[in-house]
């Protein structure tokens, strides 16, 4: 996996209410665990949506494994899952194990195929007990999780999670923290929950749209927590 | 509030084997039909009958009334008004037959996965796609649909708490406005997610 961000910037609205969230941002990464970190409206939630594609730069180039996510955006999202905060807003179907198979409905794959993987991440993710029962009567965990395996049925590259366990009690974040430690996709996962970024290779620190540490969890933890302190 | 009307049950009776596709069949056959139910006692013996199958379904009286409860004020105003302009036998036949449709498409919902229930109606719609129809994007619909009323329920009973909290009483302003702005927020964010989710390249 290599995600590259050359001069990328993005600006909503036009003319005097136009807003810049995110400025001039170069970057590289290509390791396997990567955090990124910083206040609300810091730019974090916008540079995540820009690796799936889903939002554009305004100015520069964002390029996922040599693709541009402005022009190749559809290809860029077989390969890389995103996971949003909310699982109400992501839950599509109405049972648990419909809203698994869904990522696959084009995908040609044997009715049995399918069946299968369903029934191995509904066992991974403990959700086998509930593989008929209505998503929206989960817990807000199992609905994360349940999240979680939708997006990973699909067999992605890369996951992209924007503050997943931010609606979460601790317990839950804790077990949502040991699902992602546990995956073999690379990610880059957004959060509050600055303990979860402990094992990770590299964390990013956003602050006003720019890019402010870049460094190992320790040092770019720290540098946030003193930032917040002001 | 978490609504829990008309969602699939597991089973394996025979209701839950049958063909989506042939329950869907049924029930316009039984909706065209039930304008010729002219005896109070033929509606009363098929709902009756209906029942039966509920019994057959595995699926218990609690479930049953769920389904119906949301129709009472409809069912006692229908009854009332035809028990006063034609007489109790109208007013069986009226009511009853709307008891009867309710029940039907509830013992299809209840017995069969919507993923089921959709894959029969982009088959049916198959054909279209020579006129421009989409059948995969009618699904789709049809599913958020189904989706999105325990979604918008739960908003609603959020908002009416909330009303509650603040004290703004009955004022249908503080219920509608909260709600209408938080479900087209939630609407546009599940629509980011459908395209994460890879809907917007089929």
Avoid at chain 2, 159 to 180: C, D, M
Wanted: with cysteine.
């Amino acid at each position: 996996m290599l995600i590259e961000a050359d001069h990328v910037s993005h600006t909503y609205g036009q003319g005097p209410t136009a807003r810049t969230v995110l400025q001039d941002l170069n970057l590289r990464i290509e390791e396997r665990r990567v955090g990124i970190v910083g206040h609300n409206g810091s730019g974090k939630s916008t540079f995540a949506r820009m690796i799936n594609g889903l939002i554009v730069p305004t100015a520069g180039t964002l390029t996922v494994d040599g693709l541009s996510t402005a022009s190749k955006a559809k290809e860029i999202r077989k390969h890389v899952g995103f996971v949003f905060t909310d699982p109400d807003n992501q839950i599509i179907m109405p049972t648990v194990a419909e809203d698994i198979a869904f990522g696959l409905r084009r995908s040609k794959l044997p009715k049995e195929v399918v069946a299968r993987r369903v029934d191995a991440l509904l066992e991974r993710f403990g959700l086998a007990g509930h593989a008929d029962h209505p998503a929206h009567l989960l817990s807000g965990g199992q609905k994360q999780l349940l999240a979680l395996a939708s997006v990973l049925v699909t067999e992605p590259d890369i996951l992209v999670m924007d503050e997943p366990t931010t609606l979460l009690d601790l317990r839950n974040a804790r077990i949502i923290g040991e699902v992602v430690a546990g995956l073999d996709q690379s990610v880059l996962l957004v959060t509050h929950h600055l303990n979860l970024l402990d094992d990770f290779d590299r964390v990013l620190v956003f602050d006003e749209g720019r890019l402010v540490a870049d460094d190992s969890p320790a040092a770019a933890v720290a540098y946030y927590r003193e930032l917040m302190a002001v | 509030m978490q609504s829990t009307l008309g969602l699939y049950q597991p089973g394996t009776s025979v209701f839950h084997r049958a063909p989506a596709g042939a329950k869907l069949l049924a029930l316009v056959v039984l909706g065209a039909a039930s304008v010729f139910l002219t005896y109070w006692w033929l509606v009363l013996g098929l709902i009756a009958v209906l029942l039966g199958a509920y019994t057959v379904a595995g699926i218990g009286p609690r479930t049953i009334l769920r389904q119906v409860r949301p129709l009472l004020w409809l069912l006692a105003f229908t009854a009332a008004y035809h028990v006063w302009a034609t007489g109790w036998q109208r007013a069986t036949v009226v009511a009853g037959t709307i008891v009867l449709l309710v029940l039907a498409a509830a013992l299809v919902t209840l017995t069969t996965p919507t993923t089921r229930l959709v894959d029969a109606v982009v088959r049916v719609l198959g054909p279209f796609r020579r006129w421009g129809v989409d059948p995969d994007r009618i699904g789709l619909l049809l599913t958020l649909g189904i989706r999105c009323v325990p979604l918008v329920a739960d908003l609603a009973a959020q908002v009416r708490e909330a009303q509650i909290a603040r004290g703004t009483g009955t004022s249908w302003k503080a219920f509608a406005v909260p709600l209408i702005v938080r479900a087209l927020r939630d609407a546009d964010a599940m629509g980011e997610a459908l395209v994460a989710r890879g809907v917007d390249d089929d």
